[in-house]
């Protein structure tokens, strides 16, 4: 009989426990909130080393962040079982017997109040907001515990209970009083930090004090008598155990960081626009750079507050991955006199001369300059824009490479003038500069200044520079992927206008300096002496220096070269100092040459040439012609005019002139240096023909001859360019049409490999600009 009874026995239980799993399982898998769904998050915002940089405030002024189980280290969580709750894997919700003990020792015996509570109940009341000091409320929180344990996992109650738990003031969750505290994640805990959270969920209010952070005697006996708990279970080291005697810190809320408060509050202010709620933000800013940033700042405007200087900007930006490592917004942001809370480096300001650069390079890439293209200084109208350069002079010719470093504005506007597909606005516009009004709004004046442009659009457009011409989108999140490249500039450009840029003469104390490193800079002075820049490649970084007020009040020593450029190369020297830095304009591109060039006009040089140099240029592209401002005149020796016939003889002569346009002329006779008149030729009667000798004589190719390629023999297949010319001729220069291709010598020949089909025009000039010329037709065959 009673195996019959121990048989059903037996058949009930396990179909009672087969349908309460079932039961659990249902539950389980029944939609249901999350245990942290209820609560108001902070964000924890780092750099990209993982350094703090803030830690906001929750909706609810509490200082709270969601950490998951496994990211807390394995001691605090046996610290908390071994504290609070033991038999929290074993029970289901309550334990009877803790119960029992704590009400026999507060209610029975008078003693302290103990409440029994497991871990379970403990967030029963937290979650549910729930009063348990009546057996009513208790009986309330053990239903509600039973609840948590059908419907959440013990390793899911457990992750909500440290984080909802609380660890003095205002500061809920193990993630929050771990970042607070010991300014560290949970999972990187030591065991005496460990176990001092721990104890102070259930004393948070044991005494620290506020303004150094040491804890009081409670806190310390609390953790250490839990350690002697934990030796007895899981053992410890004598040198762990010595760590409990040192006194610990608690750092307080007060002494959080505020890091890099500008480009933080951005990315805040953003999430919040755009309706995401984010507790942990993964930022692109090293903290290192950006506390090398506000020294800089700080020392530079301390030393300079006499002279109306007091607020200054900065932006450090890593060309590699076009990420954010360091943007100062002001230089205090909490003064209120310079309105510190502006974020400078996001708001629109006249660039003065700083993009400059980029009116040149467009000019080279097509095809109106090369570095050493001779251009004027000169009073100039355009239309009814009549610009002036900013020390109130002109100073005639100079090379297009002088004209940027010293950044002459007349050469810059009338560059900007020839510029087409795209002009000067169009390549803003491609290259992300927003919020601009209508091309006819700025006219020429966009070249000197006119629009606005942000800082972060500033270090965008200088790291085109560093990327071959390639356009990338900004980062300041660490997860942002780096954007695809959009080709605005060749290679070639940016190189030759970085080596341009690397000429720029530095200013003040600066230029003492001795640097290995090419600085690639330009500074700027907007309209009105409002705001003072100072833009450059920094190694691999675009360095942007501004310096201003955000009132737009003026001031004269707002001025790029004085006030700007100091701040920059004190920052650029620290940099040196710290950081491992590489030029990123070493190699030359296999497009550009160099070229001998006539210093006085750009061209190329003849044997009448007095000024002599080098210059880059991009075959097919850059203009090349020959010199013809000095020019041979041959003159009569006893007469001293010029002979008419320009047959040499014995009593003739040669001498050069130079030729310049009359505005020229102008300035360089009210500048005390008046240039030799050519001579004058009204006596003869015929055409004069400066030209002295022989003009050379095309051999090869052939003319109005077709010549045949092959499109699979295309990379072998040449055409041979070769002349004879008179004795004197050393040089020849080879064109395609207006297109220069290279020189040759006069014994020598020119290979041409024709790109594509068409009729061309094959021009040679020798050193002493006689030509010759004839046309030819290329077909391309399969």
């Known amino acids: 009989m009673w195996r019959y009874r121990l048989k059903r026995f037996l058949i009930n239980f396990i179909a009672v426990t087969f349908i309460a799993a079932l039961v659990l399982i249902g539950l389980r898998l029944l939609p249901h909130q999350k245990l942290s769904d209820n609560l108001f998050l902070s964000t924890a915002v780092y750099d990209q080393n993982g350094a703090l940089l803030r830690l906001t405030l929750a909706k609810d002024e509490r200082y709270r962040v969601w950490t998951p189980i496994n990211e807390i280290s394995n001691d605090t969580i046996n610290g908390i079982l071994l504290y609070e709750d033991k038999w929290f894997y074993w029970h289901f919700g309550f334990n009877p017997a803790s119960l029992i003990r704590g009400g026999w020792i507060s209610y029975v015996k008078k003693g ?83 176990l001092a959270l721990c104890v102070l969920p259930q004393s948070p209010s044991f005494r620290v004090d506020k303004n150094t952070g040491y804890v009081g005697e409670k806190l310390s006996k609390a953790r250490n008598k839990l350690f002697e708990k934990w030796r007895e279970v899981y053992g410890a080291d004598e040198l762990t155990s010595v760590l409990f005697n040192l006194p610990f810190i608690l750092r307080q809320p007060e ?55 007091k607020n200054a900007a900065a932006l450090l930006l890593d060309t590699r991955d076009m990420s954010v490592v360091a943007a100062v917004g002001s230089a205090d942001y909490f003064n209120n006199e310079i309105e510190g809370q502006i974020n400078g480096f996001n708001i629109k ?33 355009f239309s009814s824009y009549s610009p002036e350069n900013f020390d109130n002079r002109f100073i005639g010719p100079l090379s297009a490479a002088q004209a940027l470093i010293r950044s002459r504005n007349i050469p810059a506007v009338y560059l900007s003038n020839k510029l087409k597909n795209p002009n000067f606005y169009g390549f803003l516009k491609k290259a992300g500069v927003g919020k601009m009004a209508s091309e006819s709004h700025y006219g020429l004046a966009l070249a000197l200044g006119g629009g606005e442009v942000t800082m972060i659009e500033e270090a965008k457009l200088y ?34 206008i970085l080596d341009m840029l690397s000429n720029m003469p530095r200013a ?24 003072a820049w100072s833009v450059g490649l920094v190694g691999q970084y675009v360095l942007v220096v501004w310096l201003g007020n955000f009132d737009n009040s003026g001031n004269p020593a707002f001025v790029g070269a004085d006030s700007a ?15 491992k830095l590489y030029d990123t304009n070493k190699i030359i591109p296999s497009g550009v040459k160099m070229v001998d060039v006539c210093l006085s006009s750009g061209d190329l040089v003849t044997v009448w040439c007095k000024r002599k140099g080098k210059s880059w240029f991009i075959p097919g592209v850059s203009p090349i012609r020959v010199d013809t401002v000095y020019r041979p005149v041959l003159v009569d020796n006893k007469t001293n005019l010029p002979v008419c016939d320009n047959k040499k003889t014995a009593n003739s002569k040669i001498e050069v002139y130079e030729y310049y346009s009359s505005d020229i002329l102008d300035i360089f006779k009210h500048a005390g240096l008046p240039k030799r008149e050519p001579p004058n030729m009204e006596h003869c009667k015929q055409d004069f023909d400066l030209n002295v000798g022989i ?9 109005n001859t077709i010549y045949t390629i092959r499109e699979s023999k295309e990379d072998k297949e040449r055409i041979v360019f070769s002349a004879v010319t008179d004795a004197d001729v050393k040089m020849l220069y080879w064109f395609i049409g207006d297109e220069y291709i290279g020189n040759s010598k006069q014994s020598e020949s020119l290979i041409w490999l024709p790109k594509k089909s068409g009729k061309f025009e094959i021009r040679v000039i020798d050193d002493h600009g006689r030509l010759d010329k004839r046309n030819i037709q290329v077909m391309t065959i399969k």
């Open 112 to 194: 302290d109040m103990q409440g029994g509570s497991t871990i379970t109940m403990q967030l029963a009341r937290m979650y549910w907001k729930l009063n348990t000091r009546s057996i009513g409320g208790k009986l309330t929180q053990i239903l509600r515990s039973i609840q948590l344990e059908f419907f959440y996992s013990k390793d899911e109650i457990l992750e909500a209970y440290l984080n909802y738990a609380p660890y003095g003031r205002n500061i809920e969750g193990i993630g929050a009083a771990s970042l607070i505290y010991f300014n560290k994640e949970p999972k990187s805990l030591t065991l005496p930090e460990s």
């Open 255 to 309: 002494f959080l960081p505020f890091s890099a408060p500008h480009f933080v509050e951005q990315l805040l202010r953003e999430d919040f626009n755009a309706g995401i709620v984010n507790s942990r933000i993964d930022t692109t800013i090293d903290l290192r750079f950006q506390t090398l940033l506000e020294t800089q700042i700080n020392l530079y405007i301390n030393r300079n507050s006499n002279k109306g200087l």
């Open 349 to 381: 300001r006249s660039p003065g001369s700083t993009l400059k650069p980029f009116i040149y390079a467009l000019a080279i890439e097509q095809g109106i300059i090369h570095p050493q293209s001779v251009l004027k200084d000169v009073p100039t109208s």
């Open 463 to 496: 790291a085109m520079f560093a990327n071959g011409g390639n356009m990338r989108n900004i980062r300041m999140r660490k997860e942002q992927p780096v954007s695809n490249d959009t080709q605005l500039l060749s290679k070639e450009t940016t190189f030759i």
């Open 508 to 531: 003040g104390s600066a230029a003492a300096e001795v640097q290995k490193l090419p600085i690639y800079w330009k500074t700027g002075t907007s309209w009105g002496f409002r705001d």
């Open 565 to 579: 450029a100091p701040l920059f190369f004190n920052i650029v020297n620290s940099l040196q100092a710290t950081q």
């Open 695 to 703: 003009n050379p004589s095309i051999t090869s190719p052939l003319k």
